[in-house]
């Protein structure tokens, strides 16, 4: 049986809520990059509203901002699935079926890399190694590792995911 984790919750984006989220990184040199973790971690991504707020914050100009947000691949700019799934791309997964379990998950999901599937449960994202290279192929759901996944196990993982973010609703 595979455990399924309970999708991540974060609040409605809101330019009130974005900068009481920040406030304290105020007059701190350097702190934009902490400040857009912050955002990250309480929206889930960071809104393109927030960017003037910040620019005012730290005294920068919003092509500044703008520069740091798009550099870090790590931020996202648009609102996240209720899970972030991570399928391995790297090498022993690879040998392992990665190529094919990847096609299956973008044809079940309907949606590409870097992508939220219509359905508005998934983000998908590539990843190379999660460390679990004796389980290949491996995905990635928000925190929770899942190994030996193939087209049919990841059909079953996604309905239980699904059910779950319906029951926590
Ligand atoms: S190569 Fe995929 S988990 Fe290491």
Known sequence: ??????????????????????QRFKDQPGALIEALHELQATFGYVDEAAMPMLAKLFNLSRAEVHGVTSFYHDFRRSKPGAYTLRVCQAEACQAMGAVELTQAIKEQLGCDFH????????????????????CSPSVMVDQQNYGRVTPERFQELASMLAASAKGSN
């Open 1 to 22: 049986m595979m455990q399924v984790v309970t999708p991540a919750r974060y609040q409605e984006f809101s330019l009130e809520r974005a900068t009481l989220a920040v």
């Open 115 to 134: 992508q939220t599937s219509a359905d508005g449960l998934f983000s998908l994202e590539p990843v190379y190694c999660l460390g679990n290279c004796a």
